[in-house]
């Protein structure tokens, strides 16, 4: 019965993956928040259980990477045989983009992985960064600048770059990868359409390498158990993203950002006075 239990858990874990991991609201700041209400508990030993989670919590992430390769296959894909040279070149450079991107994000992520396990993953900084990042948002869409980079063709290596240092941000819990790039790539000039569909593609290497990196340093035993309940998260946030990956990108050619930065907002308020009053465990304490 207690194995299911975790599964189920594990359920709706994948379900706040899927909806949070692309819309720009924190995927990883939600996950830490929805443990303090559910906590996982896999292991027996308390150490070995939080090491586990700390695993749990990134490796989810490989279901929307999955769905993010799988949406775009072709778009993604140098060696499609119905591809002229002239695409297939382009498709190259496109990942060259993503890798350039996704240099500052990796090297960070690579140093202070541990001092964000250890430090930043409180609700407290959460709430801040949930705040702080929903005001940016409304700030950016009150300003009337007309976009200057339309598709991640006009994109050049440099502006990459440039959006990539952004998303190195994303690695303080509650600021949201997918927030931070389509804020930097906003404000290099992107549209919402390339900023959004740019920030997809940087997911995969800085996604597939945090759960690389996770599941090296994971300091507990990996059970059957364990197993079962990452792949059922995993499954379930690959089915939940692709769904909201086409209805994201329908939503962002007719609607603005504002809407995500007055949630950011309300919920980082109601995190800090859950907080105050002491109804979350971990509190202001860490």
Not at 31 to 53: D, G, K, M, Q, T
Request: hydrophobic share 55%.
């Amino acid at each position: 019965m207690g194995i299911l239990i975790e599964i189920l858990k594990s359920i709706v874990y994948g379900i706040v993956q899927g909806i949070t991991e692309w819309l720009p609201i924190s995927s990883t700041g939600h996950l830490i928040l929805l443990s303090e209400i559910i906590p996982l508990h896999v292991l027996e030993s308390a150490e070995e259980n939080l090491a586990f989670w700390e695993m749990y919590k990134v490796v989810i992430q490989f279901g929307s990477i999955i769905a993010v390769v799988l949406l775009y296959l072709h778009r993604l894909n140098p060696f499609a045989k119905d591809k002229t040279e002239r695409e297939k070149n382009s498709t190259w450079r496109l990942w060259i983009k993503i890798i350039v991107a996704s240099i500052p994000a990796g090297i960070i992520g690579f140093l202070l992985d541990d001092i964000v396990d250890a430090k930043l993953s409180t609700p407290f900084v959460v709430a801040i960064a949930l705040i702080v990042y929903g005001v940016l948002f409304i700030i950016l869409e009150r300003r009337q600048k007309e976009p200057t980079i339309t598709s991640i063709p006009k994109l050049n290596y440099f502006t990459a770059l440039k959006i990539g240092c952004f998303q190195a941000l994303a690695l303080i819990p509650g600021t949201s990868r997918s927030g931070s790039t389509i804020l930097g790539s906003t404000l290099v000039g992107c549209d919402r359409s390339t900023a959004t569909e740019f920030s997809f593609f940087m997911a995969i290497p800085v996604m597939l390498g945090a759960s690389v990196l996770k599941l090296i340093k994971m300091e507990a035993p990996i059970t059957l158990g364990g197993m079962i309940v990452l792949l059922v998260g995993m499954i379930v946030a690959f089915i939940v993203s692709v769904v909201v990956i086409r209805t994201f990108l329908k939503y962002i050619r007719k609607h603005d950002f504002t809407l995500f930065g007055y949630y950011r907002i309300v919920l980082g308020i109601l995190i800090l006075i859950l907080a105050f009053m002491n109804l979350l465990p971990s509190g202001l304490s860490a």
